[in-house]
C-alpha cells in the first residue's frame, strides 16, 4: 500500500487542480482523490512528524550531553570546592598553631634572656669570691712566708742567746779567779816575799798584771752582758711579733673560710641557673623544630593549592576551546724559632698530676658542641704549687672569664705561657720569674668542677702542643 500511496502522492501533487476537476467529473473517481488527498496529507503529516521526532531526538539528545557535561562540570566544581574548603580550614588551623608556638617560643625566648642576665650576675659574683679568695690565699701565703722568717730569727737569737750567755758564765768565772788571786796578793805581806825567796820588783807586776787582767775581764763581762740584754730584749719583739702575725693569719684564715663558704654557694646557684638555661634551650629547641616542620606544612599546603588553582584554570581554559561559546564553563577547583725555641724538650711541666686533655683532642664546651683541646688539662691536688715552665716576665695576672684566676708569662721571641684555672695567683703584672718558680696555686676556677691547671704555649697568638716541648725529668 505504501508503495501504491508514495507515487500517487506524488502523482497528485504534479496535477495540482487539474486531478481536483476531473474528480469533479468523474464520480467514482473522486472516491479515490479523496482517498489519495487525505492519504497525501497523512503521509505528508507523517513526514513532518517524523522530521519533528528527528530533530526533537537531536535536541533530546543534545540537551542529554549537555546535561551530563554540566552535571559532570558541577560534580567536578562541587568535589574541588569541597576540597579547597577542607584544605583552607587545615590552613588556618596550622598557621592558628604556628601562631600559638611563636607565642610560646617568644615566653621561652624572654625567660632564657632573663636567666642569662642573672647567670652572668651568678658568674660575676663567683668571680668576685675567687678573686677574693685569691687575695686571701694570697695574703695568708704572705704571713706564712713572714711568720717563717721571724721563727728563723727566734731560733737564730736563742742560739745566739746561749752563746753570749755560755761566754758571760765563762767570762764571769775568769773574773773570780782573777779577784781571788788579786785577793790573796793583796794579803801577802812583805816578810813573807822574801823569805819566799820571790823578787819584789816581780811580785809587784803580777799584781799590776791581775789588776789589768781584772779590768780587761770586767769589761767582758759588763759588754757580755749589755750584748745578752739586747739579745734578750729582740728576742721579746720577735716573739711579739709571732704573736701578732699567729693572730692575723687566724683573722684571715676566718675571713677565707666564710669567702669559700659564699663561694659554693654561689656555685650552687650557677650550676642551677645553668642546668636552668641548658632545660630552657632545649625546649626553645625542640619548639623551634616544631615551628619549623610546621611552617614547611604549610608552605606544602600553599604549594598544593597553587597548583590545584593552576590545574583548574588550564582545564577551564581547555573546556572554553572545546564548547560553544553560548556555553557556560565550570570552575574547579706555623715553626719556632729563636732563643724560647732552644729550650724545646727541656720545659718543665707546671704542675703534678694526670694529664686528662691533651692538645688536638675532642672535648665537648657547655653548648654540647665539640670542639679541641688547644693546650694541657692536668688533674691535680687542690692548692698544689703551679711552676714557670721557664724564664719569663708576667704580663697578665687576673681573673677572666671562662679561665679563672689567670697568669701569662712572656718568653720573648713571641712565646707565652698559660696558666688557668688558679685558685690563687702569687705573682703580679711586671714580675719576673724563674724556672721552676711557683707563681700560683692549683684551683677550679672559673668554672671547672675538678681542681686542675690548664696550660697552653703560643707563639703569636697561635696554640701550638705543648707535650714535646716538656722535659722529661
Known amino acids: 500500500m505504501r508503495l501504491i500511496a508514495r507515487p500517487l502522492g506524488v502523482f497528485l501533487k504534479a496535477l495540482g487542480l487539474a486531478s481536483a476537476l476531473l474528480c469533479l ?24 512528524a517524523k522530521k ?17 557535561n554540566n552535571s559532570k562540570t558541577a560534580t567536578k566544581k562541587t568535589a574541588a570546592k569541597s576540597t579547597d574548603e577542607v584544605s ?7 598557621q ?14 624572654k625567660q632564657l634572656s632573663q636567666a642569662e642576665a642573672s647567670q652572668n650576675e651568678a658568674s660575676d659574683a663567683l668571680a668576685a669570691s675567687e678573686e677574693a679568695i685569691s687575695k686571701a690565699n694570697r695574703r695568708l701565703r704572705e704571713l706564712s712566708t713572714e711568720r717563717t722568717r721571724v721563727e728563723k730569727r727566734l ?16 767570762a764571769e768565772k775568769q773574773s773570780r779567779a782573777i779577784a781571788r788571786a788579786q785577793f790573796l796578793n793583796s794579803r801577802r805581806q812583805s816578810w813573807q816575799t822574801l823569805i819566799a825567796g820571790n823578787n819584789p820588783h816581780e811580785v809587784a807586776r803580777d799584781a799590776a798584771s791581775l789588776q789589768y787582767f781584772a779590768r780587761a775581764q770586767q769589761q767582758a ?44 654557694t654561689r656555685k650552687q646557684t650557677l650550676e642551677k641557673l645553668k642546668k636552668q638555661i641548658s632545660e630552657q634551650r632545649a625546649s626553645i629547641d625542640k619548639l623551634e623544630r616544631d615551628q619549623q616542620r610546621l611552617g614547611q606544612l604549610v608552605a606544602n599546603i600553599d604549594k598544593v593549592l597553587a597548583q590545584r588553582k593552576a590545574e583548574a584554570e588550564r582545564r577551564a ?25 732552644k729550650q724545646k724538650g727541656k720545659l718543665l711541666m707546671p704542675a703534678l698530676g ?120
Open 88 to 94: 583552607e580550614k587545615r590552613r588556618n588551623e596550622l
Open 354 to 473: 694526670k694529664i686528662t686533655g691533651r692538645y688536638g683532642q675532642a672535648r665537648a664546651n657547655v653548648s654540647g658542641k665539640s670542639t679541641t683541646w688547644r693546650g694541657l688539662m692536668i688533674q691535680a691536688r687542690q692548692g698544689s704549687d703551679v711552676l714557670a715552665c721557664a724564664n719569663g716576665q708576667v704580663v697578665f695576672s687576673d681573673w677572666l672569664r671562662g679561665f679563672g684566676n689567670l697568669i701569662i708569662v712572656d718568653h720573648g721571641d713571641g712565646y707565652l705561657s698559660i696558666y688557668a684555672n688558679n685558685e690563687s695567683l702569687y705573682k703580679s703584672v711586671g714580675d719576673k720569674v724563674t724556672r721552676g718558680e711557683t707563681i700560683a696555686s692549683v684551683g677550679n676556677t672559673g668554672g671547672e668542677e675538678r681542681p686542675g691547671l690548664y696550660f697552653e704555649l703560643r707563639r703569636n697568638g697561635q696554640p701550638f702542643n705543648p707535650l714535646p716541648w716538656i722535659g722529661k725529668d
Open 96 to 109: 592558628s598553631q604556628q601562631k600559638s608556638l611563636q607565642e610560646q617560643l617568644g615566653s621561652l625566648k
Open 155 to 170: 731560733k737564730e737569737l736563742r742560739e745566739q742567746e746561749l752563746s753570749v750567755s755560755g761566754q758571760l758564765t765563762s
Open 317 to 341: 581554559q581547555q573546556a572554553r576551546k572545546k564548547q560553544p561559546a553560548s556555553g557556560k564553563v565550570s570552575v574547579g577547583g706555623k715553626t719556632p724559632s729563636g732563643v724560647f725555641a
Open 221 to 264: 763581762v759588763n759588754q757580755l752582758s749589755k750584748q745578752q740584754a739586747g739579745i734578750h730584749s729582740v728576742s721579746e719583739e720577735t716573739q711579739s711579733k709571732r704573736k701578732e702575725l699567729a693572730n692575723i693569719e687566724a683573722n684571715e684564715k676566718k675571713g677565707r673560710e666564710q669567702l669559700m663558704r659564699e663561694q659554693q
Open 52 to 68: 519533528t521526532t528527528r530533530s526533537s531526538a537531536k535536541t533530546t539528545t543534545k540537551r542529554t550531553v549537555a546535561q551530563k
Open 25 to 48: 467529473s468523474v464520480s467514482p473517481l473522486s472516491q479515490y482523490c479523496g482517498v489519495g488527498e487525505v492519504y497525501a496529507q497523512t503521509t505528508q503529516k507523517k513526514t513532518n
